[in-house]
């Protein structure tokens, strides 16, 4: 059998022990797709308020809403933050900003 379908086997075989509950998964899950714009509505957010309020571009929201463009891994996993905490991420926000200026100003 070929490396490729060795590895294969072993990745059939891993994926059924984690489904059974034999295995822990190796890392986190990360959708592909997410929808920004849900996101952004159930915190009743205008885009440009959600951008500024979560550190992203306006444009960047637009294109990740429209199709034009999707938010890559890290900027998935940051946007479930979000979704599932989005209070939690926010006081995290004013931390790491009052710590910096906190900083600037030593």
């Known amino acids: 059998m070929s490396k490729a379908g060795k590895r294969l086997l072993a990745a059939a075989q891993e994926a059924k022990e984690i489904a059974q ?8 899950f990360v959708p592909a797709d997410i929808n920004v714009r849900d996101i952004r509505r159930k915190l009743g957010l205008s885009q440009e308020d959600f951008a500024a309020e979560f550190c992203f571009t306006v444009t960047q929201i637009r294109d990740w809403e429209q199709g034009r463009s999707r938010p890559l ?30 900083e600037v100003a030593a």
Request: proline share 5%; charged share 30%.
């Open 73 to 102: 891994h890290a900027a998935r996993a940051y946007l479930m933050m979000i979704k599932v905490a989005p209070d939690t991420v926010r006081n995290i926000l004013k931390e790491v900003v009052s710590e910096a200026e906190r």
């Open 21 to 28: 509950g034999r295995k822990e998964p190796a890392g986190i």
